[in-house]
């Protein structure tokens, strides 16, 4: 029954981690338009660094048309293609005119549904249009059904979502209000390390953000789980009272995460040493404490979650407050997590990088590879993969490359995919171990290879080897 609950348990996250998945790919190719917006929000709203009452006009229509427009037209794309683009538009179209806020939300979930209503509409049409009237059948199939999504989101899918909306705003202002809004580390941090993140920031704290932006000209939301100071507090901990690999990488790991924006790098260390978790709780609570009491906001949400992003976003007068923020979690996040590892009394042999590398050892020493020895024959094609397909599977394959480029192999193809998109013909995808269930879900038949740690991992060179043997 233990099991069985387990496996339970694992597969919701799993489902949960596509769903974040699916939210950041809407997100992920409109980011340079939301940043545009807010760029233009700092400098030329009344309080901005250069006020403009004419540019000011820029940002109204911006984040209440184009902004959701983008994203409900990604998000049709991804589920039905061109057509599936236009229709969820068209949705949503129905959901702006009827709203009074910026329907983020209800784009995320009209542009989909659009999508996924023109997928299953052609199907049905699929062989039944007479010869000759294919595009006249195409196009009024599409205006039709386009015209009643219009009126549909207007009339109930809008005010649906806008009651749901106003829900959630209220809940998370009571929490600022009441002082207790650092509270929600108790879910955020341990979310992130489940590789859960996307979910909470693309589905709850961005559309948020750009709610209250587009009102106050930042907003906080943009920072209750993006402040990249608990991860840097935890990875100096490690460098400087870490064992072994973990001491060896954590300065590595440090330079991404922080300036690079990649949070994914400091997961596998929280993992583990589960207790740690405690480190980041209150690290990002000391953070969101800060923020709060400088009174300061972004003007967009900050991604990648980069010291270089928290700056390039933040508002004229916010900056003490948006460092100050970043540096006490980390000292926090810091001062927790060394305690936790001086205490640690297990014995060099015990730490969890070490054993990956010993299980290595072993598993060679025994002549057994780690890959399918009927797939180990040969490698054109090796895919590493993520949440998002470009923060830590971006990283995995260059360091890839870069390993066999060095052993003088050059004929491989290596790229980095999100999850879902991961081609069909892949030798192998590379994934973290967390993200082992989902992978093995959206790709039944693929050889899977798993990592703790994507700078430093005995499996890696493992697969190395097996390539380069491969190629002799």
């Known amino acids: 029954m233990e099991i069985s609950n387990e496996k339970k348990q694992v597969s919701t996250r799993a489902r949960v981690q596509a769903f974040g998945g699916f939210l950041t790919n809407m997100v992920l190719p409109n980011i340079g338009a939301f940043i545009a917006w807010g760029i233009a929000t700092a400098l030329f709203i009344p309080s901005g660094w250069f006020p403009n009452e004419s540019l000011n006009e820029l940002v109204g229509p911006t984040v209440s048309y184009l902004l959701p427009l983008l994203l409900a037209y990604t998000g049709g794309r991804m589920i039905g293609g061109q057509r599936g683009a236009v229709l969820g538009a068209l949705g949503t179209m129905g959901l702006i005119i009827g709203a009074d806020i910026p329907m983020f939300m209800g784009a995320m979930i009209v542009g989909p549904l659009g999508g996924w209503i023109m997928k299953k509409t052609d199907k049905f049409l699929d062989g039944k249009i007479p010869a000759g009237f294919e595009m006249v059948v195409n196009n009024f199939s599409i205006g039709i059904i386009g015209f009643l999504l219009m009126i549909l989101s207007y009339l109930l899918i809008g005010p649906t979502i806008q009651g749901a909306n106003q829900f959630v705003t209220n809940a998370i202002e009571a929490l600022v209000s009441t002082g207790f809004l650092p509270l929600l580390s108790l879910i955020n941090e341990p979310a992130k390390v489940l590789f859960l993140n996307n979910v909470i920031d693309q589905g709850v704290y961005y559309p948020l953000g750009m709610q209250q932006t587009l009102e106050a000209g930042k907003s906080i939301y943009f920072m209750v789980a993006s402040n990249p100071g608990p991860g840097l507090g935890l990875l100096l901990a490690y460098s400087f009272f870490g064992k072994k690999a973990a001491k060896k990488t954590a300065p590595g790991a440090i330079i991404i995460h922080f300036f690079g924006g990649i949070h994914e790098l400091y997961f596998p260390y929280v993992l583990m040493k589960p207790i740690t978790i405690l480190a980041m709780i209150?690290?990002?609570?000391?953070?969101?404490?800060?923020?709060q009491l400088f009174g300061a906001g972004l003007v967009a949400g900050p991604s990648p979650g980069s010291i270089f992003s928290y700056l390039a976003l933040t508002p004229r007068g916010n900056f003490v407050g948006v460092i100050a923020g970043v540096a006490t979690a980390t000292l926090v996040s810091f001062l927790v997590t060394s305690v936790i590892l001086k205490a640690d009394k297990t014995s060099d042999e015990e730490d969890a990088f070490a054993e990956a590398a010993e299980k290595s050892k072993s598993m060679k020493s025994e002549g057994k590879s780690l890959l399918n020895p009927q797939a180990a024959t040969s490698f054109a094609k090796i895919s590493f993969a993520c949440d998002a397909g470009m923060g830590s599977s971006a990283m995995g394959a260059t360091t890839f490359k870069n390993k066999l480029k060095k052993a003088?192999?050059?004929?491989?193809?290596?790229?980095?995919?999100?999850?879902?998109d991961v081609?069909?013909?892949?030798?192998?995808?590379?994934?973290?171990q967390d993200l082992e269930e989902r992978t093995r879900k959206s790709h039944p038949n693929m050889q899977v290879v798993t990592l703790k740690n994507y700078l430093q991992d005995p499996v890696i060179d493992q697969l190395v080897e097996d390539v380069v043997a491969s190629k002799k």
């Open 423 to 432: 081609p069909t013909d892949s030798d192998i995808v590379v994934v973290h």
């Open 282 to 291: 209150a690290g990002g609570m000391t953070g969101t404490i800060t923020f």
């Open 408 to 420: 003088g192999v050059e004929d491989v193809e290596v790229k980095n995919y999100r999850i879902e």
